[in-house]
């Protein structure tokens, strides 16, 4: 069955640390997608990054890294330098290029970053 | 280009009466999902509206209802609303043209907060 673990539920650090956040997925589809949304305190997911299971290379946009690994399942994200405006809940989500049908992700249960200046 | 707008954005029902809820997707998009966030289940998806048609729904009960409209705009309708109905009911938009099933990214709303007493 489809499932996403994140299994930090909390992180603290202070300004300027660098913080990676954890995701696992398991999924038996051969095509699927993998996104890491941000959930500041107003609510709204902001979209970070999407990559598909063909694409195992690492992205780098700013501070943000992702890293995809399918030998593992995972595809982790690490903030470089942080800032107390990273401070949010981040989702990894999964969706299926088949089983799942359209436009359905699942979502782990979140990772609340805490950044203390 | 504006973004996912959901109106209302806070909603106090109480117990038996129904609810509908509002969508308006990024201009151009004609893919709309909803999804449910609380505190103990996550984020878990509802249904995915394209082209005024149902193409997915998740596991909820027939109570959670939806529709979309020529111009895009959806809604969903929940009737005889019960205490763990209250949550943060999230809306995303997509183009909805990928050439497979979950290829989209999709971009969420800021959400409406119901409560039910």
């Known amino acids: 069955a489809q499932k996403v673990t994140q299994a930090q539920t909390e992180i603290s650090v202070v300004e300027k640390e660098d913080v990676t956040l954890d995701c696992v997925y398991e999924?038996?589809?051969?095509?699927?997608?993998l996104f890491w949304y941000k959930q500041p305190p107003s609510g709204e997911l902001v979209f970070l990054i999407r990559?598909?299971?063909?694409?195992?290379q690492n992205e780098i946009s700013g501070r943000y890294s992702w890293n995809f690994q399918k030998s593992t399942s995972s595809f982790n994200f690490t903030i470089t330098a942080s800032q107390v405006v990273d401070s949010a809940v981040y989702f990894c989500?999964?969706?299926?290029?088949?089983?799942?049908?359209?436009?359905?992700?699942?979502f782990g249960a979140g990772t609340r970053l805490a950044v203390h200046p | 280009k504006a973004g996912v707008t959901q109106t209302p954005r806070y909603l106090i029902k109480t117990r038996g009466q129904q609810v509908t809820l509002s969508c308006s997707p990024i201009?151009?998009?004609?893919?709309v999902s909803w999804y449910q966030q609380t505190p103990g289940q996550g984020l878990q998806f509802l249904f995915e509206?394209?082209?005024?048609?149902?193409?997915n729904k998740g596991n909820f009960p027939g109570r959670f209802s939806g529709r979309q409209f020529s111009n895009s705009r959806s809604e969903m309708n929940v009737s005889t609303l019960e205490l763990g109905d209250s949550a943060l009911y999230l809306c995303?938009?997509?183009?909805?043209?990928?050439?497979?099933?979950?290829?989209?990214?999709?971009?969420f709303g800021p959400g409406t907060r119901l409560t039910v007493l």
């Open positions: 995303a938009s997509s183009n909805g043209q990928g050439f497979a099933a979950g290829t989209d990214t999709q971009y």
């Open positions: 201009s151009g998009h004609r893919s």
């Open positions: 990559r598909n299971s063909f694409d195992e």
């Open positions: 999924t038996r589809d051969t095509t699927y997608y």
């Open positions: 509206y394209f082209s005024e048609t149902q193409r």
């Open positions: 989500a999964l969706s299926e290029g088949f089983s799942g049908g359209y436009n359905k992700l699942i």
